[in-house]
T-cell receptor
Framework: KNEVEQSPQNLTAQEGEFITINCSYS?????LHWLQQHPGGGIVSLFM???GKKKHGRLIATINIQEKHSSLHITASHPRDSAVYIC??????????FGKGTKLSVKP | DAGITQSPRHKVTETGTPVTLRCHQT?????MYWYRQDPGHGLRLIHY???????DKGEVSDGYSVSRSKTEDFLLTLESATSSQTSVYFC?????????????FGSGTRLTVV
């Protein structure tokens, strides 16, 4: 069993829809990271969470430490949100354990 | 304006040859990492560095070595390239060991071993 599991693996949405991507982890963490990988391959760090909730524009990330679960929400989705979203669990030693990613496609 | 650059961006090499990938940063961050990304796998850590001449192995370090003689440069060497090392390689940097301020990733190097 992978230490970091994401669901769904693939997600297709219509423009304007509310999107949720889930991440469950089985390891102890110091922080949970959400990353975005564009079709061109570049990886961008979106959020780092150790508790609660963070918001940046239309993106919201939440974490439940007790449940070992995090979610990434996108409100009013747009085709430019199409990307692979990656969850990564950060250990106390600084190592990151990555999920396999969720490929999001937003249709106009 | 990228604070981290990888070179080369693409490389095709023959089995058995040595290959060196370079990661260069202008952010003066202490921590640097090399990952590989393969279909069906998440990013996996090859080696990392926590300072000049301070490096350690990650989960998939076999067949790879690294060097960091300056804060800004972290080199990844495939000592004798094999087809199983065909992959996309990403370098990342962070200010803190636990990535408390996030990570910055390079644009990746696509390596093909034929």
């Amino acid at each position: 069993k992978n230490e970091v599991e994401q669901s769904p693996q693939n997600l297709t949405a219509q423009e304007g829809e509310f999107i949720t991507i889930n991440c469950s982890y089985s390891v102890g963490i110091s922080a949970l990271h959400w990353l975005q990988q564009h079709p061109g391959g570049g990886i961008v760090s979106l959020f780092m969470l150790s508790s609660g909730k963070k918001k940046h524009g239309r993106l919201i990330a939440t974490i439940n430490i007790q449940e070992k679960h995090s979610s990434l929400h996108i409100t009013a989705s747009h085709p430019r949100d199409s990307a692979v979203y990656i969850c990564a669990a950060g250990g106390s030693q600084g190592n990151l354990i990555f999920g396999k990613g969720t490929k999001l496609s937003v249709k106009p | 304006d990228a604070g981290i650059t990888q070179s080369p961006r693409h490389k095709v090499t023959e089995t058995g040859t040595p290959v060196t990938l370079r990661c260069h940063q202008t952010e003066n961050h202490r921590y640097m990492y090399w990952y590989r990304q393969d279909p069906g796998h998440g990013l996996r850590l090859i080696h990392y560095s926590y300072g000049v001449k301070d490096t350690d192995k990650g989960e998939v370090s076999d067949g790879y070595s690294v060097s960091r003689s300056k804060t800004e440069d972290f080199l990844l060497t495939l000592e004798s390239a094999t087809s199983s090392q065909t992959s996309v390689y990403f370098c990342a940097i962070s200010e803190s060991r636990q990535g408390l301020y996030g990570y910055t990733f390079g644009s990746g190097t696509r390596l093909t071993v034929v």
